[in-house]
């Protein structure tokens, strides 16, 4: 059979105290999402299915996960550095700016479940076509190819959001969170801006980008409730969450 | 400023609404105020559909959300508010509140007739937007829950495929 996580040996697995986040009790410890599509794998990771003991009438099944590895993905980063909300859960709609391929996005859209939706906004065309591969196999991701930079082109696509999550690593990107929001995300609804600090100002020392970076959020309606070091899965990043508040 | 009527662009077709509660535009900013526009009950009364044209088909949808992004006023969306907004007589002009300025420029070019505001020129007019964004689904009652957002799915296929197809900056397309 497959070699590595898992394989052969007896996993537990556990939830996270996010909803929609699992823990993987191995050998080693993982950070798991449920498998949306079981079977298949996104882009390579490690699947590990567990058996359900049969309950009753009902007989025994299986349920597949998937290995979120926060190497690749800010979010599970995040989590493992301890983030306090995430403001994902199942049934959450996730406007998603920056999806690259959608490796990240396709764990978000297991968190969310099918009663939830991400908005998965890409605008390398590159990119933009894994991103619609992937789209294609879950229906609760809607794919947007487009400059988050300009929502309005893409108003017809969204609805309204519980969670904006940006990963843009532009130097104007608090704007274009702050545009975002103000469009489509409801107040009091979550706001999660991954900063790359040599992004926005390579200049300047990493906390000092990151102070300013939230006070630019804070300006635009966004009252910023944590901020934590993507340390050690990333160099000089910052996680910072907030809420909207709308009326500044 | 008031505003009288709101355009609404979703993918299942466009909608006009006629506000018939003026909000507070003093107040607009406190809480009190932008609660009652996530609820359902208090903004079901601010805002009543006065038409609503939906897409014919995918293709068409397609069209209209190509013309939408670039702030072009599309055949159909002309016809559909030729038909909802009220004729403007002499005293009267008649103000529509639009999500975005470049599509304003272009319904005020064919209809001088009309005062648009955007949501960027009122912040009334951006909290009534909002406000149909999030009550969309129940205050179009002929809809059934989620066909919105099975519109939403198809077009968004379609048009994200489109874009990465006709690009104008080919230097993303490399040809491995």
Same mark, same amino acid.
């Given at each position: 059979?497959?070699?590595?996580?898992?394989?052969?040996?007896?996993?537990?697995?556990?939830?996270?105290?996010?909803?929609?986040?699992?823990?993987?009790?191995?050998?080693?410890?993982?950070?798991?999402?449920?498998?949306?599509?079981?079977?298949?794998?996104?882009?390579?990771?490690?699947?590990?299915?567990?058996?359900?003991?049969?309950?009753?009438?009902?007989?025994?099944?299986?349920?597949?996960?998937?290995?979120?590895?926060?190497?690749?993905?800010?979010?599970?980063?995040?989590?493992?550095?301890?983030?306090?909300?995430?403001?994902?859960?199942?049934?959450?709609?996730?406007?998603?700016?920056?999806?690259?391929?959608?490796?990240?996005?396709?764990?978000?859209?297991?968190?969310?479940?099918?009663?939830?939706?991400?908005?998965?906004?890409?605008?390398?065309?590159?990119?933009?076509?894994?991103?619609?591969?992937?789209?294609?196999?879950?229906?609760?991701?809607?794919?947007?190819?487009?400059?988050?930079?300009?929502?309005?082109?893409?108003?017809?696509?969204?609805?309204?959001?519980?969670?904006?999550?940006?990963?843009?690593?532009?130097?104007?990107?608090?704007?274009?969170?702050?545009?975002?929001?103000?469009?489509?995300?409801?107040?009091?609804?979550?706001?999660?801006?991954?900063?790359?600090?040599?992004?926005?100002?390579?200049?300047?020392?990493?906390?000092?980008?990151?102070?300013?970076?939230?006070?630019?959020?804070?300006?635009?309606?966004?009252?910023?409730?944590?901020?934590?070091?993507?340390?050690?899965?990333?160099?000089?990043?910052?996680?910072?969450?907030?809420?909207?508040?709308?009326?500044? | 400023?008031?505003?009288?009527?709101?355009?609404?662009?979703?993918?299942?077709?466009?909608?006009?609404? @006629?506000? =018939?509660?003026?909000?507070? !535009?003093?107040? +607009?900013?406190?809480?009190?105020?932008? #609660?009652?526009?996530?609820? &359902?009950?208090?903004?079901?009364?601010?805002?009543?559909?006065?038409?609503?044209?939906?897409?014919?088909?995918?293709?068409?949808?397609?069209?209209?959300?190509?013309?939408?992004?670039?702030?072009?006023?599309?055949?159909?969306?002309?016809?559909?508010?030729?038909?909802?907004?009220?004729?403007?007589?002499?005293? @009267?002009? =008649?103000?529509?509140?639009? !999500?975005?300025? +470049?599509?304003?420029?272009?319904?005020? #070019?064919?209809?001088?007739? &009309?005062?648009?505001?955007?949501?960027?020129?009122?912040?009334?007019?951006?909290?009534?937007?909002?406000?149909?964004?999030?009550?969309?689904?129940?205050?179009?009652?002929?809809?059934?829950?989620?066909?919105?957002?099975?519109?939403?799915?198809?077009?968004?296929?379609?048009?994200?495929?489109?874009?990465?197809?006709?690009? =104008?900056?080919?230097?993303?397309?490399?040809?491995?």
């Amino acid at each position: 059979g497959r070699g590595g996580a898992g394989a052969g040996a007896k996993v537990i697995i556990e939830p996270h105290r996010h909803p929609g986040v699992f823990v993987a009790r191995g050998k080693e410890d993982l950070l798991v999402t449920k498998n949306l599509t079981p079977g298949e794998s996104v882009y390579g990771e490690k699947r590990i299915s567990v058996s359900n003991p049969q309950v009753g009438e009902e007989a025994a099944t299986s349920t597949e996960y998937r290995v979120w590895n926060p190497f690749r993905s800010k979010i599970a980063a995040g989590i493992l550095g301890g983030i306090d909300e995430i403001y994902i859960k199942p049934g959450s709609k996730v406007l998603y700016l920056g999806a690259a391929s959608g490796t990240s996005v396709s764990h978000v859209a297991d968190v969310v479940g099918p009663e939830g939706t991400v908005y998965a906004v890409e605008f390398s065309h590159r990119s933009g076509r894994d991103l619609i591969n992937m789209a294609t196999h879950r229906t609760n991701v809607i794919p947007i190819v487009e400059d988050a930079r300009h929502p309005l082109k893409y108003r017809m696509l969204v609805g309204m959001v519980d969670c904006v999550f940006a990963d843009v690593a532009q130097p104007d990107q608090a704007r274009i969170v702050i545009l975002n929001a103000q469009n489509f995300l409801k107040v009091g609804g979550g706001v999660l801006v991954s900063i790359k600090a040599n992004c926005i100002d390579s200049t300047a020392a990493p906390e000092a980008v990151f102070a300013s970076e939230v006070n630019k959020l804070r300006e635009g309606g966004i009252k910023p409730k944590e901020q934590l070091t993507l340390e050690p899965f990333e160099r000089d990043h910052a996680m910072v969450a907030g809420i909207y508040q709308r009326s500044t | 400023m008031s505003v009288d009527y709101l355009l609404h662009e979703s993918a299942l077709g466009y909608a006009i609404f @006629k506000v =018939v509660a003026q909000p507070d !535009t003093i107040g +607009n900013r406190l809480k009190e105020v932008q #609660a009652a526009t996530q609820d &359902l009950d208090k903004f079901g009364k601010m805002v009543d559909l006065v038409g609503l044209a939906p897409f014919e088909g995918t293709e068409a949808a397609l069209q209209e959300i190509n013309s939408i992004s670039e702030g072009i006023l599309s055949d159909f969306l002309k016809a559909t508010l030729e038909t909802n907004l009220p004729k403007a007589g002499k005293k @009267k002009t =008649v103000t529509l509140g639009v !999500t975005e300025k +470049n599509l304003a420029g272009s319904i005020r #070019a064919v209809f001088p007739q &009309l005062s648009c505001e955007t949501a960027e020129t009122s912040e009334v007019v951006a909290d009534l937007l909002r406000g149909l964004r999030q009550h969309n689904q129940k205050l179009i009652k002929k809809l059934q829950p989620g066909d919105i957002d099975r519109s939403i799915l198809g077009l968004a296929h379609r048009y994200s495929r489109g874009n990465v197809k006709f690009s =104008v900056h080919k230097n993303d397309n490399h040809i491995i």
